[in-house]
Structures are given as structure tokens and as C-alpha cells.
């Protein structure tokens, strides 16, 4: 079960996650982490929506306005954040090809620079491709924002205690499998 632990993620991509537009993280690791490399520190987790870094020219034409839509709920001098959803993460697939990246462009918001870059930073780390079932919380957690969230790094603890936060999956079953299977034959796994 979900504890305490929320994994950074744009805005944009929390809310196409959300809208089941996309069923797929790309993670790398962010500058602040101590090992510099992205490491899955639970496969049950909230999605902790990150507005600052957000750019539009990285998102597919069609997305973009995910972006305006996000920043129009939040201002810089917010003291609180809204976490709507948490993700389970089904598949963790390690990437090192450029070909691997360029046939999962079908499957999600961002554009083939911005996968590209996620998987030539850092060289000699693998892309973790993080195949996710998320699911849309009954009652959002809203969290006084703590100097503790900031930063480049995926992974923050909650300092409030979100128990009992029960959540209905975006996607039915068979949906969801359906894209599972989809990213599979992409791959050829």
C-alpha cells in the first residue's frame, strides 16, 4: 500500500496520467539525488505534481495546453499542493537504446527530443520506462508545501500521513491491459 512516499512528476504528465492519456514515466534520476541515478523506491506511490520546470515545447503539439490548464490552478505563492492520485507501477524496464525510446512515441505526451534527452543524459544509466496503473483519489490530499519538496529530486516523503485514501483506477482492467500489450509488441517483449 501507498505510504508516505510521492514521486515528483510534471503537472502536465500527472494530469495526463490522470486522464489515462498516457500509462508510462520515463525517470532518469533527478540532479538533487544522492546516487544521481534514478532508483524505484516503491512501486506504490503518490503523484506530487511539479509546476516550475514544466515546458510546453517538450510536449507534443496536442498536450500543450496541459500545461496552461496546470499552471492555471497553481501561483508560485501557493502555500499548499493537491495530490489527486497515486500510481502503482506494474513494470519497471530498463531502456538503453535510442530505437527502444523512438517506438514508444505512440504512448505518451512528450516529444521525441525530450525522450531522446531523457535517455542521452547521463549516458551510462539506463531510461527506467515505468509502465503505471494510476488511480484517481476519492479525496485529494491538499499538503502545506515543506522546503523539503523542492529541489530536483523524484522521490519526497509526505509529512502528513494521507491513510486511508482509497482511489477507483483510471482505466478499467482490460483497458489498461490493452495499452500494457500495445507497449509490449512495441518493444517486441
Known sequence: MTERIA????????????????????????????????????????LFPAYEHQKKELLKEEYRPLVDETLAVWSPEDETVTIDCRAEVAEDIELTELSDVEKLLPYHIWTERFAEERLHWKRLKPLHLLIVRVYKLDTPLELRLDPGYFGCKSWVELLEEPAGRSGTAVLPDSEFQSKVDDIHRALRR
Open 7 to 46: 514521486l515528483k512528476e510534471w503537472a502536465s504528465t500527472v494530469a495526463a496520467l490522470r486522464e489515462g492519456k498516457q500509462i508510462v514515466l520515463l525517470r532518469k534520476g533527478g540532479i538533487a539525488e544522492e546516487t544521481r541515478d534514478f532508483r524505484l523506491r516503491s512501486h506504490s506511490f503518490y
